[in-house]
């Protein structure tokens, strides 16, 4: 079956400590995005990419990065400059029907 | 800012009761489209609307797209303990987004049984 595949799905993390979220998806989709969702809150986008090799700033990228080497991933770090990383994670990918965006189950990193 | 704006922020209902959540934009908007987390869950894809006016149903729930394109809403009638869960509505052709979509803040839902 087709989707999203995100790991881990649980994430602990040393204050200091980079770390790395999977997302890897099998829907042929070009564009993935990555979300952040706080504690009954929203969700904000963090980095988008619509083709290979390229990717964009969402409204909260400070403290993050990304890459884009292949189309089925899209691998994100969260760096030691992001000061408050205890989150939920969520990716997303966005296919032929635009604005429809398949969600992975997420990962929910923490701060120890 | 917030440029799509849910309300209520938290519903409480009694199962079997009829509710309904709006999504208001000050900008028109080229489409909607609404999404469901369950506790703990991911966001799913539920319906997208694209015309002025236009409403579509599936089973329990109505999607309505306001006549001027600024605003939504979702109609449940006899509410289900399944209902519980966060909605979001998700617009496009907010101008500084670009071409991507902005989440509202979500109404979350919560059923007395």
């Known amino acids: 079956d087709g989707g999203i595949t995100q790991s881990p799905k649980y994430l602990f993390r040393k204050e200091g400590q980079n770390v790395t979220l999977s997302c890897e998806q099998n829907l042929n989709h070009d564009a993935m995005y990555w979300y952040r969702q706080d504690p009954g809150q929203g969700l904000r986008l963090i980095y988008y990419?619509?083709?290979?090799?390229?990717?964009q700033k969402g409204d909260i990228a400070e403290g993050y990065s990304v890459s884009r080497e292949k189309k089925e991933s899209f691998p994100l770090t969260v760096t030691s400059a992001q000061k408050n990383p205890t989150a939920f994670y969520l990716c997303?990918?966005?296919?032929?029907?635009?604005?429809?965006?398949?969600f992975g189950s997420g990962t929910r990193l923490t701060v120890v | 800012g917030q440029q799509v704006m849910q309300i209520p922020q938290y519903q409480h209902v009694q199962e079997g009761e009829d509710f309904t959540t709006y999504c208001n934009s000050s900008?028109?908007?080229?489409?909607i489209q609404w999404y469901k987390q369950r506790p703990g869950g991911h966001p799913v894809f539920l319906i997208q609307l694209v015309k002025s006016g236009e409403v579509k149903k599936q089973k329990r729930l109505t999607f309505q797209f306001g006549e001027a394109k600024k605003n939504s809403s979702l109609h449940i009638t006899a509410t289900q303990t399944t209902d519980v869960g966060t909605y979001f509505c998700?617009?496009?052709?907010?101008?500084?987004?670009?071409?991507?979509?902005?989440f509202g803040g979500g109404t979350r839902v919560l059923v007395k049984p």
């Open positions: 997303a990918s966005e296919g032929d029907r635009a604005f429809v965006y398949t």
């Open positions: 900008t028109t908007l080229s489409n």
């Open positions: 990419s619509q083709i290979v090799n390229d990717f």
């Open positions: 998700a617009a496009d052709g907010i101008k500084a987004a670009g071409n991507k979509l902005t």
